[in-house]
């Protein structure tokens, strides 16, 4: 668990440390495990922040998984937001929610979610990231910074881009799309202050020992 053991998360008091290792969860890798036991291991594994992505679940089960979700994470000191579905996060009492380009401006999701909550939005250019800035946003997720079978329709952002973006903006930037324990090490000196990934977590056999070694492998990229 996460040593300062805060009980709860707001825009205020969301560092850099809190988006290290972002889980996103995909119920795609689910097999013997449920989904819950998958976060379970992500979180003693040492996630640092959990995003639900699942975008096969209808609203009622999509609520359900999140307000279980919302509990296992709080247990665990760790931020978790709900991808896309502003309402479901509403409902859920997520810390926050987290959007693309092609879902709601992020001015108008802060509208619905108040002053304090979580927003993260995904950019691929610089232009998109200072606009998500400038409406609000509290962090980006930027990429796909390699290729992924996970979002169809990522574009890639080169490393000097993620560089650029990095240092257009003033709130944290985590890099996304394609990124596992073998190649994180290439983001060294972007500017990021961590990683969000799918497949690099619940896609491994033993997700408790491979968030560890995700962990170790991001820190050493930061030079930590």
């Given at each position: 668990?996460?040593?300062?053991?805060?009980?709860?998360?707001?825009?205020?008091?969301?560092?850099?440390?809190d988006?290290?290792?972002?889980?996103?969860?995909?119920?795609?890798?689910?097999?013997?495990?449920?989904?819950?036991?998958?976060?379970?291991?992500?979180?003693?594994?040492?996630?640092?922040?959990?995003?639900?992505?699942?975008?096969?679940?209808?609203?009622?089960?999509?609520?359900?998984?999140?307000?279980?979700?919302?509990?296992?994470?709080?247990?665990?000191?760790?931020?978790?937001?709900?991808?896309?579905?502003?309402?479901?996060?509403?409902?859920?009492?997520?810390?926050g929610?987290?959007?693309?380009?092609?879902?709601?401006?992020?001015?108008?999701?802060?509208?619905?979610?108040?002053?304090?909550?979580?927003?993260?939005?995904?950019?691929?250019?610089?232009?998109?990231?200072?606009?998500?800035?400038?409406?609000?946003?509290?962090?980006?997720?930027?990429?796909?910074?390699?290729?992924?079978?996970?979002?169809?329709d990522?574009?890639?952002?080169?490393?000097?881009?993620?560089?650029a973006?990095?240092?257009?903006?003033?709130?944290?930037?985590?890099?996304?799309?394609?990124?596992?324990?073998?190649?994180?090490?290439?983001?060294?000196?972007?500017?990021?202050?961590?990683?969000?990934?799918?497949?690099a977590?619940?896609?491994?056999?033993?997700?408790?020992?491979?968030t560890?070694?995700?962990?170790?492998?991001?820190?050493?990229?930061l030079?930590?």
């Amino acid at each position: 668990m996460k040593s300062d053991k805060r009980d709860h998360f707001d825009r205020h008091n969301l560092t850099e440390d809190d988006l290290l290792l972002y889980a996103v969860t995909d119920q795609h890798w689910t097999g013997k495990q449920t989904l819950h036991e998958q976060l379970e291991d992500a979180l003693k594994g040492g996630a640092t922040f959990v995003q639900i992505r699942e975008k096969h679940m209808g609203d009622a089960e999509f609520l359900e998984e999140a307000k279980d979700f919302k509990k296992l994470c709080a247990q665990y000191h760790v931020p978790f937001v709900v991808n896309d579905n502003v309402q479901v996060g509403i409902d859920c009492d997520a810390d926050g929610v987290h959007v693309g380009q092609s879902d709601m401006e992020a001015d108008d999701v802060r509208k619905l979610i108040g002053p304090d909550k979580i927003l993260g939005v995904s950019a691929e250019t610089v232009e998109e990231a200072v606009l998500a800035e400038k409406r609000g946003a509290d962090y980006l997720g930027v990429g796909a910074v390699f290729p992924t079978s996970s979002k169809d329709d990522a574009e890639d952002v080169s490393y000097d881009t993620l560089k650029a973006i990095c240092e257009a903006v003033h709130i944290p930037v985590i890099a996304i799309g394609g990124i596992t324990r073998d190649n994180v090490t290439q983001l060294s000196g972007s500017g990021i202050c961590g990683i969000a990934v799918i497949s690099a977590i619940f896609g491994q056999k033993e997700i408790l020992k491979g968030t560890e070694d995700l962990k170790r492998q991001t820190l050493k990229m930061l030079g930590r």
